[in-house]
């Protein structure tokens, strides 16, 4: 497992650490750390801002550790983590909770609370860990303009981790993250950044993100070694294949102006995944022998294009050749118990994923589970409850929520997956230090 922190002690203005520092890690199987199991140093790069990254190795699967660091006279809070079932084990169950979507200025992050209570086993997060805008809302305020820099987005992404029921649930639980736009900019594909007032640009930086570029050079070294560390086992309860669909999909059809198709749809060939993740995906689920296969990527997968008249270009509706090569090869091989999860819309849902897409005279193949924002809210003038109307007259959609917030639980047995949506109203969100109740 990877174990890390940050030495920042002004986390808003760049971190403010020295140039070079050690830090010191421990990991017990007991949170008095009376029994320690592993222990060392790690040194702290100004280069990474001065993050310290740890791969915690020679410990027991499937075992629940606890962890801290020491820096100079300070210790960190108590972290819980765990480590993964052995491959050839038979686990009984998995328990996991996704989420996505956690705008800062829209909302308190009260779900996390919730989820810092839960017994889970890890936490799995869908994209948009932080907005890039400089926009305050009616909660809180990110209080610095938009993100061009790495400076910025350092930041950023400092502001976020320094709200306290975020830090609870990733003390509680391990982590498996993935990005999706905000954390570079809405939209964005390959390099290609979401059109932007040119007057707003500062004079002489280039209108390519520098962050996107960063992005782009983790995944090629991750493309390298064959995409092994976007996908982790449960044991053969489990495989789970955390996908990228941002940086090597085509650029989006009709100016991504979501509507009706602007001509561009007949000759679309566009690809999501890129051919060398989607074969990777392909030739990872047809040899996986896990009784469930769970995808997980950020978009959600499911026809919803109300026969045409409004397409999300940034959907796998805007890629339907694409979206139909993965149905095509899951019921082609006959795979069973194929779950994609998915999050980004803001809303919740459950739905069927026919062999055809949109076509329920064609079989079922595999589900789909939406889950909704922590806080980031609708973006559409449109009330939820009319969303909700129209959504429903769509018949492989199952269960769908356009007006809550929180997170999903998902829980595998060999024999079932059952779903849990913890949902509040936006009115229920609560701020800091105030009692969480039931959803």
Not at 133 to 154: A, F, I, Q, W
Not at 271 to 278: F, K, N, R, T
């Amino acid at each position: 497992m990877i174990l890390w922190t940050r030495l920042a002690p002004d986390p808003l203005a760049g971190g403010d650490a020295r140039d070079r520092d050690r830090g010191r890690v421990e990991v017990a199987t007991d949170e008095a750390f009376t029994d320690v199991v592993a222990s060392g140093e790690a040194l702290a790069e100004p280069a990474f801002a001065h993050s310290v990254h740890v791969d915690a190795t020679g410990l027991a699967a499937d075992s629940w550790y606890f962890y801290r660091f020491h820096a100079g006279d300070f210790t960190s809070p108590v972290g819980r983590t765990r480590t993964l079932p052995a491959p050839d084990s038979a686990p009984e169950r998995l328990r996991l909770a996704s989420a996505s979507c956690q705008r800062f200025t829209t909302g308190y992050y009260t779900a996390y609370a919730h989820v810092a209570a839960e017994e889970l086993d890890l936490v799995l997060f869908l994209g948009d860990y932080i907005y890039e805008n400089g926009d305050s809302g009616p909660v809180r305020s990110h209080m610095s303009e938009e993100c061009r820099t790495l400076l910025d987005y350092r930041n950023r992404y400092a502001l976020y981790r320094g709200d306290a029921q975020l830090q609870a649930a990733h003390h509680r639980f391990p982590w498996a993250v993935i990005w999706d736009d905000h954390e570079v900019d809405n939209n964005y594909v390959a390099d290609i950044s979401a059109v932007d007032d040119p007057d707003s640009w500062p004079a002489g930086q280039p209108r390519t993100r520098p962050s996107t570029s960063t992005c782009r050079s983790a995944s090629r070294r991750r493309r390298r070694r064959g995409w092994r560390s976007t996908a982790f086992s449960w044991g053969d309860l489990a495989e789970v294949f955390l996908l990228d669909t941002r940086q090597y999909r085509t650029d989006q059809l009709c100016m991504d102006e979501p509507g009706e198709d602007c001509g561009e749809l007949e000759t679309e060939d566009g690809d999501m995944l890129g051919p060398e993740q989607e074969a990777w995906l392909t030739d990872g689920l047809s040899a996986s022998p896990a009784i469930w296969k769970l995808i997980a990527q950020q978009i959600v997968f499911s026809k919803v294009d109300f026969s045409g008249l409004l397409i999300n270009w940034d959907q796998w509706d805007g890629y339907p050749k694409a979206r139909q090569r993965m149905l095509d090869f899951i019921a082609g091989e006959q795979l069973a118990n194929v779950v994609i999860l998915a999050g980004d819309l803001h809303v919740g849902g459950m739905a069927d994923l026919n062999a055809v897409a949109g076509d329920t005279n064609t079989p079922v193949v595999a589900v789909e589970i939406v889950t909704t924002s922590i806080t980031s809210s609708s973006e559409t003038d449109v009330p939820p409850e009319t969303i909700e109307q129209l959504v429903g007259t769509i018949p492989q959609i199952k269960y769908f929520n356009a007006h809550s917030r929180g997170y999903v639980t998902v829980e595998l047995s060999r024999t079932e997956l059952r779903a849990r949506f913890e949902l509040s109203t936006p009115s229920r969100q609560r701020p800091p230090g105030s009692r969480p109740r039931p959803s």
